[in-house]
């Protein structure tokens, strides 16, 4: 497949793997693809497909075991240029890129918010892992030479005693350190649309709707002016009329800050109108990556096309929805052949043996399909090939 | 615009035959507080609902989440009983136009005639006045798909007792005649009989549905309730289990409840959609035509939102402000208006909004508020502890859509502001053309949408 060079994060030949009882499952399957500066790239599949792990390894938020990353790198270029290699670098760097350079929302604002801390001391907490220094020089503090408790206090991790002590002790230095870093939260707050971002720095999670907690989602994960954002199905459990909001929030905020973003969902609707480039996956493994109207308007995999196919629409006569016949292979020890090939209905020899590759097939569109190889160039003979196929002419079933 | 009277209940869809009619149907759960546990409030998740549900149709029920829509689903199957309204079942049109006839008269003021009527349509069609017979046959005729298939499946049971289960309640087939009945119902919702001897959790999500949805039709009844039945389901498997409910139907002459907030599914499976808000009905009308012209800027805001895969017919999008109101205490007038982009004087603003709206976007000035002294929804005089924020408040409220709506100017003195609104009643819904209902105020003035 064709690549530029002025990537932001290149993600190589990643295959994340699952030990289990019944074997080895390959939940990411030799997968590649980069993400450039400002862009938004839609990461589109099924349940199962592995999606989130790819978007959590880029994290390296796989729990290993049972997980383990079978082959692959994927790199962060920083902005001077150098790269870090995000799965063979230290504990310490990985931490300091989470939350700074690359953050995350989760799906589920109600359980990825902890029940047991006020909205301002979990926001703070992001604030006294990456911006430290901040903190204290708008305290008054000397940033180089911080008392170690005043560090403590910025990290949260101040007992009450300590805390009580440090009162006591220091004139008006808790006070200001305290201000300091709820200004921050504030601001982070008030930049997403909260209205009253006072009342809501001593909210607990449960006093909040679902739209308010995935706003203070984003405003934990943008508080550090990222250039990557992760958002991982973000409005799934949102009322449509929330979605919009959420949806237009998370453009606005990077339109303002120019991030580039990774868009996690099932919904191919939603990558209509939200996504500069889509990259759809099925069982692990990536079938089409390409220029978002592009692929919806012209799908070149057929599971794409099935996909789009059993949306409803207005104009689909009722009961008549083309559903992708079959259901989703076994992830665990998956033969070498096209995955999509028991439910496809172009299905030829050649799909039941080899596994297919990244195939470009025109500018930035790139299609893992055996219609578009060649006989020769995947060694099978040319009767076993599926009916070729040339972009533009969809061919139908 | 002359309105055609009457209730939506009386909207047999071009059919002449109900599964079931529901009249002012509420459903209030208490709000209980301090030691004592007095009631202090009501909770209204259904608030006045008529709707009837013609024969051998599907109805779409639409809304946002905690809109009341399950909980209506939930009343007319018999699984929560309203607190107030009646719930007529199997009623033809001619029934129907008797009991309309005789909720109108005062129950003193009727004849023997009409008492006797009554009482025959009651002990026949009426839940929960009808003979136990009656009741146990309803309830074996109407079925429910629950949301999500991997709660409601117990995991301890095989597939062959789950969907036996209402077979060997109602005493209709035991021993090998039952496991006979089960796999011809496994068969018709596309499994086989190797699937009998399986617990729940070794199926997918789409299995675990037709399951559920063999489960339901065990008793061959007419009339299903589908509570979001693909909400959990990816695109692909939805569109299977959507295909499957519509070759049943057809097979088998289905009546569908479908509640769902999807409103593309709604808009492919539906003949009909009633849209709530806030427990009650603000749009009814045939499908193509609530999504084509919508009546209520609810359901246009609802389509609006919905991302879809074509071109939107309209350029501007509407949108809706703030979050949904509290309802134990819903807004007077229409319930909509706090948030809607049309809203005028006419839509019912109270005291209640402007002090809502000043805790949401001038918070320094609601904090100053001392006290609020009420005389009505209408009317109240709020004192702040200073007078600067009491000019403040006054000047916000101008600036609103309120301040048309203002009985009298507002009178500011010192620390005190007295407002006073008009008067509306609560919103209605009315039709506005044939089939066509709503129960936005602006548009059944206008008898069009309003512009924005």
């Given at each position: ?150 560090t403590k206090i910025v990290q949260q991790r101040a007992g009450l005693l300590e805390r009580g002590v440090y009162r006591l002790t220091h004139l008006r230095a ?11 939260v504030m601001e982070a707050l008030a930049d997403t649309g909260i209205p009253n971002p006072r009342k809501m720095l001593g909210s607990y999670p449960h006093e ?190 | ?452």
């Amino acid at each position: 497949m064709a690549r530029s060079d002025d990537w932001l994060l290149r993600v190589d030949d990643l295959s994340v793997h699952f030990e289990s009882s019944k074997g080895v499952a390959h939940a990411v399957d030799h997968v590649s693809f980069d993400i450039y500066p400002h862009e938004t790239l839609a990461l589109v599949g099924e349940t199962g497909c592995g999606k989130s792990v790819t978007a959590r390894s880029i994290l390296r938020l796989v729990p290993e075991p049972p997980g383990s990353y079978a082959s692959g790198s994927i790199s962060l270029r920083n902005g001077d240029g150098s790269v870090t290699e995000i799965l063979t670098a230290t504990e310490r760097t990985v931490r300091s890129i989470r939350g700074d350079r690359i953050s995350m929302i989760f799906q589920d604002p109600g359980k990825a918010l902890n029940p047991g801390l006020t909205i301002g001391r979990q926001l703070a907490e992001v604030f006294g892992e990456h911006r430290m220094s901040m903190i204290l020089g708008n305290a008054g503090f000397d940033p180089e030479k911080p008392s170690r408790t005043a560090t403590k206090i910025v990290q949260q991790r101040a007992g009450l005693l300590e805390r009580g002590v440090y009162r006591l002790t220091h004139l008006r230095a808790p006070k200001a350190l305290q201000k300091s870093i709820d200004d921050s939260v504030m601001e982070a707050l008030a930049d997403t649309g909260i209205p009253n971002p006072r009342k809501m720095l001593g909210s607990y999670p449960h006093e909040l709707s679902g739209g308010m907690k995935q706003r203070v989602m984003i405003a934990q994960a943008l508080a550090c002016d990222p250039d990557l954002l992760i958002a991982d199905e973000p409005t799934t459990a949102l009322d449509v009329t929330i979605q919009a909001r959420i949806l237009d929030l998370i453009h606005e905020m990077q339109q303002r800050r120019g991030m580039a973003i990774l868009y996690i969902t099932h919904d191919l609707s939603l990558v209509r109108q939200f996504a500069d480039r889509v990259a759809v996956m099925y069982a692990g493994r990536l079938a089409e990556i390409g220029p978002s109207a592009e692929v919806l308007a012209s799908p070149q995999h057929p599971y794409t096309q099935g996909l789009l196919a059993a949306i409803p629409r207005p104009a689909t006569p009722r009961g008549q929805l083309a559903a992708i016949p079959g259901t989703v292979p076994q992830l665990i020890d998956p033969p070498a052949q096209c995955h999509f090939a028991s439910r496809c209905s172009f299905a030829a020899a050649a799909c039941h043996e080899v596994t297919p590759q990244l195939l470009t097939i025109a500018e930035k569109r790139d299609v893992s399909c055996h219609r578009f190889d060649t006989a020769s160039r995947i060694g099978v003979s040319p009767q076993d090939m599926p009916s070729a196929a040339t972009l533009g002419g969809v061919a139908s079933s | 615009m002359t309105l055609l009277s009457g209730s939506l209940a009386a909207d047999f869809g071009g059919t002449t035959d109900a599964v079931v009619a529901l009249h002012g149907v509420k459903v209030h759960y208490p709000v209980k507080e301090g030691v004592l546990q007095r009631v202090t409030g009501q909770v209204r998740a259904v608030d006045g609902v008529d709707l009837s549900i013609p024969r051998g149709q599907t109805l779409g029920l639409v809304g946002e989440s905690g809109c009341g829509k399950t909980t209506l689903g939930r009343v007319i199957a018999g699984l929560v009983a309203p607190t107030g309204g009646d719930i007529w079942v199997d009623v033809d049109a001619t029934q129907h136009s008797e009991i309309e006839r005789l909720r109108g008269v005062a129950t003193e003021d009727r004849s023997p005639e009409d008492q006797a009527s009554w009482k025959s349509l009651e002990s026949n069609h009426r839940l929960g006045s009808m003979s136990r017979d009656k009741q146990s046959r309803y309830r074996r005729n109407c079925q429910v798909v629950f949301q999500d298939a991997f709660s409601s499946l117990n995991p301890r049971q095989l597939v062959r007792d789950i969907v036996g289960r209402p077979l060997r309640v109602h005493k209709e087939a035991s021993g090998e005649d039952l496991d006979r009945r089960v796999i011809e119902l496994l068969e018709r919702v596309g499994l086989d009989s190797q699937h009998l001897l399986r617990f729940p959790h070794q199926f997918s999500g789409g299995q675990r549905q037709r399951i559920s949805i063999a489960r339901a039709l065990a008793l061959n009844p007419e009339f299903v309730i589908l509570d979001e039945p693909t909400s959990a389901l990816d695109v692909s498997v939805q569109a299977q289990i959507l295909n499957l409910l519509v070759d049943l139907q057809k097979d088998l002459g289905l009546t569908y409840l479908f509640i769902t907030h999807d409103l593309g599914v709604v808009q492919h499976m539906s003949d009909r959609i009633a849209v709530m808000y806030l427990g009650q009905i603000a749009e009814y009308g045939p499908t193509a035509d609530v999504f084509n012209s919508p009546l209520h800027p609810y359901s246009r805001i609802l389509r609006d939102s919905n991302p879809t895969l074509e071109d939107s017919l309209d350029t501007v999008k509407w949108d809706l402000s703030g979050t949904v109101p509290n309802p134990v205490n819903p807004p007077q007038g229409c319930r909509l208006h706090p948030r809607c982009p049309v809203a005028r004087a006419e839509c019912g603003w109270s005291i209640d909004d402007v002090l809502t709206d000043a805790e949401r976007n001038t918070p320094v000035v609601f904090e100053t508020i001392s006290r609020v002294e009420r005389s009505s929804d209408f009317r109240a005089t709020v004192s702040f502890s200073e007078p600067e924020q009491a000019k403040k408040f006054a000047k916000r409220i101008g600036s609103l859509a309120a301040h048309e709506a203002l009985e009298q100017p507002i009178r500011l003195d010192d620390k005190l502001v007295e407002v006073s609104f008009n008067e509306v009643s609560e919103a209605q819904l009315q039709q506005l053309k044939d089939g066509r209902w709503s129960s936005c105020t602006r548009t059944q003035n206008l008898g069009a949408l309003p512009e924005l």
